[in-house]
């Protein structure tokens, strides 16, 4: 194996490109309506409380308007799923044009053809790097129902495809109404 040079943001992003993500729309309702984003960072950070978090770039003019909104819905997305991410990676586009959405706890739109959501109050915010750590509090989650054997939509090496794996592992699991 060749080291690289891992000062290169090239060179990192195609190594690190080899690990797959998960995609998810982060979305938040603002005093001039409804805000999202895509991103490949939504994670569980803990069972007690329970905590989520997402890294938004710190320069993103979305991010801003979520963490002033207090709140946001993560909206995880399956497999045909696609079409959605990109609206919501675009800029200058009307996002929420092309998606039907109802308010979540917190007032954060739900995508409604989202295969899972969980929404939540932003309890903390980190630096780290040229990014964001957004913590956030859940106060509600849900799957949509029969999406037990939906596959996640997954973005791995520049490109948006699925994991048979994470297919596998719901099936084997008694998901209904649950958040693991």
């Known amino acids: 194996m060749t080291l690289v040079d891992h000062q290169n943001p090239a060179t990192f992003r195609s190594v690190l490109g080899h690990y797959p993500t998960g995609v998810a729309v982060i979305t938040a309702m603002t005093t001039d309506g409804p805000v999202g984003m895509a991103v490949g960072t939504f994670t569980s950070i803990s069972l007690d409380p329970p905590l989520v978090g997402f890294f938004p770039d710190r320069n993103s003019s979305t991010w801003a308007r979520i963490r002033t909104a207090g709140a946001f819905c993560a909206n ?3 497999e045909d799923h696609e079409a959605v991410c990109r609206v919501f990676a675009s800029r200058n586009v009307d996002r929420f044009a092309a998606v039907d959405w109802v308010p979540g706890p917190t007032g954060s739109p739900v995508l409604t053809d989202a295969i899972a959501w969980a929404d939540c109050r932003l309890a903390d915010d980190h630096p780290v790097g040229d ?6 509090h859940v106060t509600g989650l849900a799957l949509r129902p029969g999406e037990q054997a939906q596959r996640p939509l997954v973005f791995h090496r520049s490109r948006y495809g699925t994991s048979t794996t994470a297919t596998a592992a ?3 699991l008694p998901l209904e109404g649950a958040w693991l």
Do not use: P, R
């Open 76 to 78: 995880i997305l399956g």
């Open 131 to 136: 990014h964001d750590l957004a913590v956030g």
């Open 170 to 172: 719901l099936s084997s």
